[in-house]
Nanobody
Framework: QVQLVESGGQLVQAGGSLRLSCAASGRTFSNSYAMGWFRQAPGKEREFVATIAAITWTGSQTFYADSVKGRFTIFRDNAKNTVYLQMNSLKPEDTAVYYC????????????????WGQGTQVTVSS
């Protein structure tokens, strides 16, 4: 089993920055897993934000949703089993609960490919 714990969500003004962290644990967790961030705004479905591949997959390739490209950066510290989401130039429409997820695939874009999910952390961007 794998446990994921997110942290770093808080209230921030538009234009500000936040860094979310996701610590992974569990005897089955491996750095050969892809890691992703998703978000769910009130009244909306959960959506993809960013993913980072396993280090064994083309050097931890990343992919972003168009809505966050150029503003968000996903990166991982394999020694700490932690993945981060650096969020800059935040907008009110970024307000959501942000979820970390792990996939046993080395690279994963679709939600259905993710096997483990955290409880989420709230990000609120005020205008």
């Amino acid at each position: 089993q794998v446990q994921l714990v997110e942290s770093g969500g808080q209230l921030v003004q538009a234009g500000g920055s936040l860094r979310l962290s996701c610590a992974a644990s569990g005897r089955t967790f491996s750095n050969s897993y892809a890691m992703g961030w998703f978000r769910q705004a009130p009244g909306k479905e959960r959506e993809f934000v960013a993913t980072i591949a396993a280090i064994t997959w083309t050097g931890s390739q990343t992919f972003y949703a168009d809505s966050v490209k150029g503003r968000f950066t996903i990166f991982r510290d394999n020694a700490k089993n932690t993945v981060y989401l650096q969020m800059n130039s935040l907008k009110p429409e970024d307000t959501a609960v942000y979820y970390c997820a792990a996939s046993t695939y080395p690279y994963a874009l679709a939600q259905r490919m993710y096997d483990y999910w955290g409880q989420g952390t709230q990000v609120t961007v005020s205008s």
